[in-house]
């Protein structure tokens, strides 16, 4: 099993930014991790996936240019520095890990992370 634990969520004004945190323990081990978002009455979207052995990243359309993925192993914590943030990207973010394909293939929604994060809401006011 895998537990994920998002925080760094808040409130914040149109071009401010936040910093994600996701904390991963347990006892199976995955290569990849991916941030996703749901939006209140929307379908959940992929933003981004990292693989965390080479640290090769991988960004959906609303995360180009405004994202960054990072990571710290020593600390098992996996980052998403959000800028540039608009009211569109108000939404409820969480963390994934175990994606069994391509992470690209995962964060387009053709194939499901195998654990989930209880997720962190960010909320952008204009």
């Known amino acids: 099993q895998v537990q994920l634990v998002e925080s760094g969520g808040g409130s914040v004004q149109a071009g401010g930014s936040l910093r994600l945190s996701c904390v991963v323990s347990g006892d199976a081990a995955s290569d990849n991790l991916g941030w996703f978002r749901q939006a209140l009455g929307k379908e959940r979207e992929g933003v981004a996936a990292i693989y965390t052995t080479t640290s090769s990243t991988y960004y959906g359309a609303s995360a180009k240019g405004r994202f960054i993925l990072s990571q710290d192993n020593a600390k098992n914590t996996w980052y998403l520095q959000l800028n540039n943030l608009q009211p569109e990207d108000t939404a409820v973010y969480y963390c994934?890990?175990?994606?069994?394909?391509?992470?690209?293939?995962?964060?387009?929604?053709?194939?499901?992370?195998?654990?989930w994060g209880q997720g962190t809401q960010v909320t952008v006011s204009s």
């Open positions: 994934a890990a175990d994606c069994p394909r391509s992470v690209t293939l995962c964060v387009a929604g053709l194939y499901d992370y195998n654990y």
